[in-house]
DNA sequence: AATGCGATGGCAGCAAACTGCCATCACCCG
DNA sequence: CGGGTGATGGCAGTTTGCTGCCATCGCATT
């Protein structure tokens, strides 16, 4: 069967001398889905793909979590990256497991980050690598592009403007609202007004829709 | 190695003869992705499942592609599906293999769909399994659920609406904007009750989150 | 020409939303 | 205790949004 299709390796030593000629051997397209982009960083990996990148038109993509803008150096960092021309979107899911499919050819997950080596496995069996590039498609299109989700400084809101926002998007009038969240009706509008202010919007169509747009609903 | 961790057969008699236990060993959670829902439809599994649903809170989840609302006959069937408990969900990307995910233990890839017996691979190494389900879980959390997919018919919306809309969006008065598109107050008020009939929204505020929603702007 | 129909716009009245002003209350700090 | 501060709520007045009613206009059909 196909057994020479899969194997497993412990810890990153074993992974670059069992494995490092796939990454070297890179043509069309490099995408990856990870927490964070620190986790795969060997260096002759990277050299060859920013090599390529400039010389072929390869392709990369990187989907992260929320956790890869944790800290400002990372944020820069992908910010340099992005502006090389990698593609990188941002999930809303923590995606415990690194994974990379090269040339939709190859494809290595990563086990958890845990004490100890940490465990890779690699496949070539196309009904595998399909089956996920698939799924890393299907995530790939919904995630939101880097840009956008941190231009669209989703302006902080407590629970106090959230209970506001839920009763505006129920499309109850403002003294219902009011009643609803046991406010008198000019405290309820100033905070409606507040909501407003934070949002920069001129009326409550705009505040409507720029809730939708960023998602700050739901 | 863990070679007998994942092996591939070819046809769906063979699956069944090597994998069907697994498919009735399901316990809490049987997660599913697919182009449309047909494809996966050993009957025995099925029955194990309801089974299992009614009894244990077993969780089901399927994720499928538009491609599964193309005839009336399949969207009957999901939503069949659906009100017994199995949360469906849409997503926009065409998922050609199928996978299916049992207990977060065993995965069953699929190859794409083409002459000849269908080749599906079969696995348990958890590395592997937690990848996909990483992935899968991107995947299915930004999809939109079935119901809202169905409901949420993006109204159609001409030229002028659209033009009601973008003036509604920049946030002027409804003076201004009716100044602006050469109408009179009273009718582009007009064009405004019924853009918010056609968004079965309530208040403006509800229009536009409806638009930032459904993206209707942009 | 006559008729009918749908879209438009003015008017008026009403409902809803917005805001300034001030009294009140709770709370913290010197 | 007294004073400062910030959140709240009532009141009133203004603005804005909403809608029913009717006159008008353009257009097509008969």
Same mark, same amino acid.
């Given at each position: 069967? $196909?057994?020479?299709?899969?194997?497993?390796?412990?810890? !990153?030593?074993?992974l670059?001398?069992r494995?490092? #000629?796939?990454?070297?051997?890179?043509? &069309?397209?490099?995408?990856?889905?990870?927490?964070?982009?620190d986790?795969?960083?060997?260096?002759?990996? =990277? &050299?060859?793909?920013?090599?390529?990148? &400039?010389?072929?038109? *390869?392709?990369?993509?990187?989907?992260?979590?929320?956790?890869?803008?944790? !800290?400002? $150096?990372? =944020?820069?960092?992908? #910010? /340099?990256?992005?502006?090389?021309?990698?593609?990188?979107r941002?999930?809303?899911?923590?995606?415990?497991?690194?994974?990379?499919?090269?040339?939709?050819?190859?494809?290595?997950?990563?086990?958890?980050?845990?004490?100890?080596?940490?465990?890779?496995?690699?496949?070539?069996?196309?009904?595998?690598?399909?089956?996920?590039?698939?799924l890393?498609?299907?995530?790939?299109?919904?995630?939101?592009?880097?840009?956008?989700?941190?231009?669209?400084?989703?302006?902080?809101l407590?629970?106090?403007?959230? $209970?506001?926002?839920?009763?505006l998007?129920?499309? #109850?009038?403002?003294?219902?609202?009011? =009643?609803?969240?046991?406010?008198? *009706? =000019?405290?309820?509008?100033r905070?409606? $007004? /507040?909501l407003?202010?934070?949002?920069?919007?001129?009326?409550?169509? &705009?505040?409507?829709?720029?809730?939708?747009? *960023?998602?700050?609903?739901?």
């Amino acid at each position: 069967m $196909a057994a020479d299709q899969v194997f497993t390796v412990r810890g !990153d030593a074993e992974l670059v001398t069992r494995a490092g #000629h796939l990454f070297t051997s890179v043509r &069309q397209e490099f995408v990856c889905a990870a927490r964070d982009p620190d986790t795969w960083s060997l260096p002759a990996a =990277r &050299q060859v793909i920013n090599n390529n990148m &400039q010389a072929t038109g *390869l392709d990369v993509s990187k989907l992260l979590s929320p956790a890869a803008l944790a !800290d400002e $150096a990372a =944020r820069l960092h992908l #910010h /340099e990256v992005a502006s090389k021309g990698v593609h990188v979107r941002i999930s809303s899911t923590p995606l415990p497991h690194e994974t990379i499919i090269i040339d939709r050819r190859v494809m290595i997950l990563a086990g958890r980050d845990r004490p100890g080596p940490r465990e890779y496995t690699v496949t070539t069996s196309p009904t595998l690598v399909g089956g996920v590039y698939a799924l890393f498609q299907a995530a790939w299109e919904t995630a939101t592009d880097l840009a956008d989700f941190l231009h669209g400084d989703a302006p902080h809101l407590d629970a106090d403007s959230l $209970a506001v926002l839920r009763a505006l998007g129920a499309g #109850h009038t403002d003294e219902t609202a009011a =009643r609803q969240l046991g406010l008198s *009706l =000019r405290t309820y509008r100033r905070r409606v $007004a /507040e909501l407003m202010t934070k949002l920069e919007a001129a009326s409550r169509f &705009q505040a409507g829709l720029r809730v939708g747009e *960023l998602r700050l609903n739901s």
